[in-house]
């Protein structure tokens, strides 16, 4: 698990260094990563002998947690002032100019989200029933 840790952190100071550099920070990718490492970590990869369709059901369900669970950092560090021109935006822009209003109105806005996700999959983790002896 520590594993996952260090890739996420890994990958949000990339995106950090990658903005120094010019290039967009991707939040998004670092959340997809950390969505598939979770579903391995949780016994759902690819090769854990589920279906396909409950992989898929179990990928949905992870998905609506993260996002929504993003959604509610979101909301609760913005400034009440940019509540309006944020949802405006979200319904308007591609992810990078979501991920590029967030953070220029939520300062250490990576840092935030980097700590949601680790409590998404410490909670995950805590309530998923031990396999094999582990």
């Known amino acids: 698990m520590a594993d996952l840790d260090d890739n996420l952190q ?20 670092t959340i997809q990563m950390y969505k598939e ?3 391995e970590d949780l016994g759902f990869g690819k090769n ?8 898929e059901q179990v990928e949905k369900k992870m998905e609506e947690l993260v996002n929504a669970r993003i959604l509610n ?7 009440e002032g940019k509540v309006a021109e944020f949802s405006e ?9 979501i991920n ?14 980097l700590k949601e996700l680790m409590d998404i999959k410490d909670e995950l983790l805590r309530k998923a029933p031990v396999k094999d002896g582990k």
Not at 13 to 25: C, E, L, P, T, V
Not at 89 to 97: F, R, S
């Open 37 to 39: 490492r979770l579903m």
């Open 73 to 79: 950092v979101i909301m609760l560090y913005l400034p």
């Open 100 to 113: 590029d209003f967030v953070k220029a109105n939520i300062p250490g806005y990576e840092d935030k989200i």
């Open 10 to 29: 890994t990958n949000m100071n990339d995106a950090n260094s990658d903005q120094s550099s010019g290039d967009k920070a991707d939040v998004a990718a």
């Open 48 to 55: 854990s002998g589920i279906s396909d369709v409950e992989r």
């Open 89 to 97: 935006i979200a319904q308007k822009a591609d992810a990078a100019e």
